[in-house]
């Protein structure tokens, strides 16, 4: 499965609804473009571009194909945006990066250093509109609000 092309896929509103009409039932183009108020030709591109992503399958009955969502596509997907939600912020060390030095400067964690100075704010903090305070991203570890 190759993420940014099922991403896509699925990131245009007609597809989406496209795919979700066929996980609660099988239909087939003329079926769809009635249900959305489409062409069937605008349907059957939309189907081209979901089975090239692999997230859908054809089965013919008569003159018609039926199409169903293929769930592992759609399983396997999840499993990676959760991994990726899971990933975990590291700290700013610019030595093991390669950071240049004007970029040096401004990280405030170099040197073991856990102590905001006003050029590494930006990185870290922003105000909190509502209140004017400034609030901690969770980039570094200085003053949580």
């Not at 089965?59 to 194909?65: A, L, W």
Request: aromatic share 4%; glycine share 8%; proline share 1%.
């Amino acid at each position: 499965m190759d993420t940014a092309t099922v991403l896509k896929a699925i990131g245009d509103e007609t597809r989406f609804k496209i795919l979700t009409l066929l996980l609660q039932h099988n239909y087939c183009v003329r079926a769809l473009s009635r249900k959305l108020g489409l062409s069937e030709s605008a349907i059957s591109q939309h189907i081209k571009v979901l089975r090239e992503a692999g997230l859908l399958v054809g089965v013919k009955k008569g003159y018609y194909v039926h199409y169903d969502v293929n769930r592992d596509v759609l399983h396997q997907l999840a499993s990676q945006i959760k991994e990726l939600a899971a990933l975990e912020r590291e700290l700013c060390r610019p030595d093991k990066v390669g950071c240049e030095s004007a970029e040096r400067k401004r990280c405030h964690l170099q040197k073991g250093s856990h102590n905001c100075s006003n050029g590494g704010q930006p990185f870290c903090h922003d105000k909190d509109s509502e209140e004017g305070r400034v609030k901690n991203h969770g980039n570094c570890k200085c003053h949580k609000s």
